[in-house]
């Protein structure tokens, strides 16, 4: 079956430095995949969108890379900030009319 | 003005009783979906309906019944609850059943005692 993992420790950093993400998956080809930030008691909020074909998205200061043969995804932000605490979530389409799957997202603390 | 509200945000009932949640988008979107975020904080799809159509039915169990009356509403009624039904549940929409960023709600947390 299709397995997607997260880093599941939260991942502690200090404001002004890059912080990484990782996404791995197995046991499938995705079209493409995206990311999402959820805060505490909130849906998530879509981020970016990178589809098979592509190897890097940009938005400001969040940076996507999408490996197929690696099958991984790192998600990258830049002069990060204390309001980017939050969870990350990564989702994977499955086989079209956008069916997602999610891991269960990284925590990132981003401390003054 | 909220672009996909659901109600009630929280919700605290008796097993063996029988509860709606109601969503509502005002994007215009012609998909919704609803998904369901457990205590391990996966997020797992359970449906999703474009223009009032159901396209998605995943492995849910049939006290599970989504209805669209519309394709701006997505309701999902469950009957006899159970503990194991206690999660947060979203409902999202996105423009169309292809590739899409997904627009969620801020979900409805149930509570089953």
């Known amino acids: 079956s299709q397995k997607i993992e997260q880093n599941s420790e939260a991942l502690n950093i200090q404001e002004g430095k890059t912080a990484t993400l990782t996404c791995n998956y197995t046991?499938?080809?995705?079209?493409?995949l995206q990311w999402y930030r959820q805060d505490p008691g909130r849906g998530p909020v879509f981020l970016l969108l990178?589809?098979?074909?592509?190897k890097e998205k940009r938005k400001e200061r969040l940076k996507v890379t999408f490996d197929t043969t690696l099958k991984q995804s790192l998600f990258h932000i830049t002069a990060s900030q204390p309001a980017d605490s939050a969870t990350y979530l990564c989702?994977?389409?499955?086989?079209?009319?956008?069916?997602?799957?999610f891991g269960a997202g990284t925590r990132l603390a981003v401390h003054p | 003005d909220t672009a996909v509200s659901q109600t009630p945000k929280y919700l605290v009932t008796q097993m063996g009783n029988d509860k709606s949640i109601k969503c509502e988008q005002n994007?215009?979107?012609?998909?919704m979906y609803w998904y369901k975020q457990d205590s391990k904080k996966f997020l797992k799809i359970m449906f999703s309906?474009?223009?009032?159509?159901?396209?998605i039915n995943e492995t849910v169990p049939n006290r599970f019944s989504p209805k669209s009356p519309d394709k701006a509403h997505l309701n999902l009624h469950i009957n006899s609850l159970e503990l194991g039904d206690s999660a947060v549940y979203f409902c999202?929409?996105?423009?169309?059943?292809?590739?899409?960023?997904?627009?969620f709600g801020e979900g409805s947390r149930l509570t089953v005692l």
């Open positions: 999202a929409s996105s423009p169309g059943e292809g590739a899409g960023e997904l627009f």
């Open positions: 046991n499938y080809s995705p079209a493409y």
């Open positions: 990178i589809r098979e074909n592509e």
């Open positions: 989702a994977l389409d499955i086989g079209g009319y956008n069916k997602l799957i």
């Open positions: 994007l215009g979107h012609d998909t």
């Open positions: 309906y474009n223009n009032k159509e159901l396209i």
